[in-house]
């Protein structure tokens, strides 16, 4: 069984920083792609950021140039470092992981922008 525990959500005040951090744990012989979304009130779950298993990224166009994804393979662990955050960056952000054919989701961290 997989688990995907995340954390480094929090209240941040507009134009400032965040590193979220998703680790894997469990059998799993190797992670392909890793994702972050978000899903803030009353809108749906959105895409965020990507990476692949050789560590090819994209972004949203609301995110590029301020958040930047990464992996540490060794650790199983995905990374969002979020920087110059706007209020509308408010949401629930979710990692997930591709094992094979099947995707796994963590469970969520709230980040919260707001002076």
């Known amino acids: 069984q997989v688990k995907l525990v995340e954390s480094g959500g929090g209240l941040v005040q507009p134009g400032g920083s965040l590193r979220l951090s998703c680790a894997a744990s469990g059998t799993i012989f190797r992670i392909n792609a890793m994702d972050w979304y978000r899903q803030a009130p009353g809108k749906q779950r959105e895409l965020v950021a990507h990476?692949?298993?050789?560590?090819?990224?994209n972004y949203a166009d609301s995110v590029k140039g301020r958040f930047t994804i990464s992996r540490d393979n060794a650790k199983s662990t995905v990374y969002l470092q979020m920087n110059s955050l706007k209020p509308e960056d408010t949401a629930v952000y979710y990692c997930n992981i591709w094992v094979g054919n099947r995707v796994y989701w963590g469970q969520g961290t709230q980040v919260t922008v707001s002076s």
């Open positions: 990476i692949t298993t050789d560590g090819a990224t």
